[in-house]
């Protein structure tokens, strides 16, 4: 089993634990593992609508955040 397929797994398993959390405007911010995999979905199906094929490089620039962590990883995936 490789590193993607691990995370996947524990994430499938994780569906309703919260996972990540963040503060946002002073309010935490958390998302449960079926969150983090429909992000990773939708970002996923955006790389692919605009072209983006395995093995091409891509850049990710922002600030260290929940949502920074789903795209990085629909990047992996």
Known sequence: MNFLELILERLGKSSETVLLEEMQAGKLHSLTGREILQKMTAVRRTLQE???QPGDRCVLLSPNS???ACVHLAIIA
């Open 50 to 52: 605009e072209g983006v």
């Open 66 to 68: 929940v949502s920074c």
